[in-house]
């Protein structure tokens, strides 16, 4: 019954946009053989595993449900724990160690610091799915976060994008008004600097970031230098990621949506996952960390606590329609029947506090910051929504961004559209590394003769065919490594240390040491098997060992 309300609220949707939801197993109308498909990727920023309607979510994005719902889900897509790792994955099909960003930049240690590997920068002869794809004929476009380097030479530009609008930093106001040197001089997270086709440009204060990056994508792709050749568009919102701004019409649609508190959210998502069968019915979820009783709060801070849900919700939301707005472009454009959407977020929901020198009362009067009710949401207000909301976003799974656990890197995914054989949620083990190795695979037919090395597997196969279970090897391993935290995953093992410095932990001692779980069993890392199988334990840590030699991994001299 689920399973046909889906399908007849999909095919619903996706009147009138050229693409169609295929009966399970059923092969939708695919692009002719001569003509390679236009490839659109999207990712957002921070947004929680069932933030979406698609993988549980409440929030209205339609847009991105219809094109879930024609497509395939991945319920088992992993990211890094943070931005510009995953981004440098994303676009390399490398590890992020590999592609030079090691840590985050803002974020290197002493001990790391000059290193092969930590250069704080995608490296400058690294090939990029833009690079691969302009070399075969493409004309490739983006528009929004890149924070991979801020050097020209560093740039979109320098790395095969013919047109690009980006955001070299990790977070900005979403309305622009941090672009000064008084904001610049803060310290990390706090002030913005752009650059246009490679040069340093502003962005137009008043604008919301949303609606400016998708503004861009449409006008690049709109180009007359675009004309008759296939597209790869890179659409990088920065949206959901703090700090919560939204445009007050957005907010009102969500008004008392909230006041029953992160927990309650939490098992109404938790409930609704069950039911699309994103999530095992009988799952345990990780019991949540440092969220305060919503019940022991006063009714002003219980308020002030919705209201930043609220208006996180409105940031997803007009996403969403911005989503809407390109997709109604390309339909104009006669292109969307002929384009492959990739959809994924860059890790797990932000659990933390944000840019540490906001907090400070002098520095936000210095500022102009507003935290006032009244003014939440505006763009002199500076907030994130906390612990709470953030393992509401990532239930079932263990902790938020930041950490290695599935609650950091495991992200809502989707491909949906041209060659899409059919609709339906695989719970195939996939990966960010995936995405190069698809694009090329889609717009080679298959024919990867001279691309550049990729350890991702390509996803086409599984597009083409609902009987493929899995596009890896049941020994083949993931490693991960970031803030010292450690992980490595094969088949349905996976050992971790979840252990990093930054963000602020919330880490017991009883952390502090490998963890063995078994995600097909247990995939809200609740039960440690480590002691019960001490030989399954072992052997995955010599595995992660291998990993970290292989890409170089400098791990603290005082980390265990």
């Not at 292109?335 to 492959?340: M, Q």
Request: net charge positive; aromatic share 8%.
């Amino acid at each position: 019954m689920v399973k046909r309300r889906l399908l007849g609220a999909a095919l619903a949707l996706l009147a009138g946009t050229g693409l169609t939801a295929a009966p399970d197993g059923a092969r939708s109308p695919a692009a002719p053989s001569h003509q390679r498909p236009n490839i659109l990727l999207i990712v957002a920023d921070d947004l929680g595993y069932s933030d979406i309607g698609a993988f549980g979510g409440e929030i209205a994005t339609p847009n991105l449900d219809r094109l879930a719902q024609a497509g395939v889900r991945f319920a088992d897509f992993h990211a890094a724990p943070a931005c510009s790792p995953t981004r440098a994955m994303l676009l390399t099909g490398r590890d992020h160690h590999a592609a030079g960003l090691g840590t985050m930049a803002e974020f290197t240690d002493p001990a790391q610091r000059g290193r092969p590997g930590y250069e704080g920068y995608l490296k400058l002869k690294m090939p990029t799915i833009a690079s691969a794809l302009s070399a075969r004929g493409y004309y490739t476009a983006m528009a929004g976060k890149w924070h991979l380097g801020y050097a020209e030479k560093q740039s979109p530009k320098a790395h095969g994008f013919a047109r690009s609008f980006a955001l070299l930093d990790g977070a900005g106001n979403h309305y622009g008004i941090d672009q000064t040197a008084q904001w610049r001089s803060v310290g990390i997270g706090v002030g913005t600097q752009y650059r246009e086709d490679g040069r340093l440009t502003t962005f137009p204060e008043g604008a919301y970031s949303s609606d400016l990056f998708t503004e861009k994508l449409i006008g690049y792709l709109a180009s007359p230098a675009r004309a008759h050749r296939p597209f790869f568009a890179y659409l990088a919102f920065t949206a959901p990621h703090w700090p919560l701004q939204a445009p007050a019409e957005v907010v009102a649609k969500y008004a008392g949506r909230y006041d029953d508190g992160p927990m309650a959210l939490r098992e109404r998502r938790l409930a609704r996952m069950k039911e699309l069968g994103i999530v095992p019915p009988d799952v345990r979820p990780f019991q949540p960390l440092a969220v305060e009783d919503w019940h022991a709060l006063s009714a002003e801070r219980r308020r002030i606590e919705a209201r930043k849900m609220e208006i996180y919700a409105a940031m997803v939301d007009r996403l969403d329609q911005n989503v809407g707005r390109l997709l109604a472009s390309l339909s104009r454009s006669g292109d969307l029947r002929n384009t492959i959407v990739v959809f994924l977020s860059d890790n797990g929901p932000d659990g933390g506090g944000g840019a540490p020198a906001l907090h400070d009362p002098q520095t936000q009067a210095s500022l102009g910051i507003d935290n006032s009710l009244a003014n939440m949401g505006r763009a002199t207000s500076f907030l994130t929504y906390g612990a709470g909301w953030a393992q509401a976003g990532s239930a079932p799974f263990n902790r938020f961004k930041g950490y290695v656990t599935e609650g950091g890197t495991r992200v809502p995914a989707f491909i949906s559209g041209a060659g899409v054989a059919w609709h339906g949620i695989s719970h195939a083990l996939t990966h960010v590394t995936d995405v190069m190795s698809t694009a090329l695979a889609l717009a080679t037919g298959g024919n990867r003769t001279k691309a550049p090395v990729t350890e991702g597997r390509s996803l086409v196969p599984l597009l083409r065919d609902a009987r493929i279970a899995q596009v890896r090897r049941p020994d083949e391993a993931i490693g991960e490594e970031l803030f010292f935290g450690r992980s490595l995953r094969e088949g349905k093992w996976k050992v971790v240390y979840p252990a990093p410095t930054r963000p602020p932990t919330m880490l017991g001692s009883k952390d502090r040491h490998w963890q063995l779980y078994d995600l097909s069993a247990d995939p809200g890392e609740t039960r440690d098997l480590a002691a019960e199988r001490p030989d399954i334990a072992a052997r995955l840590v010599r595995r992660w060992e291998d990993y970290a030699r292989r890409n170089r991994v400098v791990l603290h001299p005082a980390v265990d």
